[in-house]
């Protein structure tokens, strides 16, 4: 009988590969990641207002590299 891990360090421990499902427990946390400036709530009154702020957020996430540019 043979078993595959799903989730497994690469010797010399540069390189973690996860397989299944990683679980960040509560009061843990997890650090490297980028984090995007951030947007205040909205105030718009109309669709235009709503886009602009909408369009604000996504350029902030772009900025910081969570999410792929135009």
Do not use: R
Not at 26 to 35: C, H, K, M, R, Y
Not at 39 to 54: E, H, K, P, R
């Amino acid at each position: 009988m043979s078993y595959n891990t799903k989730n497994y360090t690469e010797q010399g421990g540069e390189k973690t590969v996860i397989g299944g499902v990683l679980e960040i427990k509560e009061g843990a946390s997890v650090t490297g990641l980028p984090i995007a400036e951030n947007q205040v709530d909205s105030t718009a009154i109309d669709v235009a207002g709503l886009v602009t702020d909408f369009n604000a957020l996504l350029a902030k996430l772009k900025a910081a590299g969570l999410m792929e540019s135009d």
